[in-house]
């Protein structure tokens, strides 16, 4: 069973083009994350959820829209899509909001935009 | 300004021997910090934590030291083995607000049979 599962796992895509990303988790955490992971492999926080409520918003163009329709779920919208969106997106989540708890991750989401 | 990093990019060592993989943070008090690994292709995976009042932390052949001082943690592997080749990636917490994880660029691990 995959604890935390995205879809699509490939992603390619034409500049301009709006595209989501979805993301389940059964573990029956309370805490959701996106991150994104660049060419040179840097992991950087995005956003955080908690029981659906925005906890964590980094710096991240408002082109991202990161919807949670409950707490297993936290999907993200990309609208107008850039070159510089190319990267492995990663949904994460968590027990809590407490910091000493470990994140599970999923698998990625590798998005190519031409 | 803030900063993590680990310390080579990649590191090769020889079957049976012990892999020191270092994380170097400047300007952080993190509450927490953790380890985990990455194979290429998959989402990273968590080994281990360790909280600010905790010198060192085992698993199995796993330890992980923390010195808030020196602003430094290392990260021990006994008896490698190749299948322990990986991508392994330090992440601090930090307590600015709310808890918020930051990741180290990660060091490529080689174990050679």
């Known amino acids: 069973d995959t604890a935390v599962s995205q879809t699509p796992k490939y992603l390619v895509t034409q500049m301009g083009n709006d595209k989501s990303i979805k993301c389940e988790q059964n573990l029956g955490h309370d805490t959701m994350y996106w991150y994104k992971q660049d060419s040179k492999k840097f992991l950087k926080i995005m956003f955080s959820y908690n029981n659906k409520e925005l906890i964590i918003n980094e710096t991240v163009p408002n082109r991202f829209s990161p919807k949670s329709p409950d707490k297993a779920h936290l999907n993200l919208h990309i609208n107008s899509l850039e070159l510089g969106d190319s990267a492995v997106y990663f949904c994460?989540?968590?027990?809590?909001?407490?910091?000493?708890?470990?994140?599970?991750f999923g698998d990625g989401t590798r998005l190519s935009i031409l | 300004s803030q900063k993590i990093e680990q310390n080579s990019e990649a590191l090769n060592i020889q079957e049976g021997k012990t892999a020191t993989l270092t994380c170097n943070y400047t300007?952080?008090?993190?509450?927490?910090l953790q380890w985990y690994r990455q194979d290429p292709g998959r989402g990273p995976v968590f080994l281990l934590l360790i909280r600010e009042n905790e010198k060192e932390k085992r698993k199995e052949r796993l330890k992980v030291t923390f010195d808030t001082t020196l602003k430094q943690s290392l990260f021990h592997i006994t008896a490698s083995q190749p299948a322990d080749s990986a991508t392994y990636l330090c992440?601090?917490?930090?307590?600015?607000?709310?808890?918020?994880?930051?990741f180290g660029t990660g060091t490529r691990l080689k174990v050679l049979a």
């Open positions: 300007n952080y008090s993190p509450a927490y």
């Open positions: 992440a601090l917490c930090t307590t600015s607000g709310t808890y918020k994880y930051i």
């Open positions: 994460a989540s968590s027990q809590d909001l407490t910091g000493g708890q470990p994140q599970h």
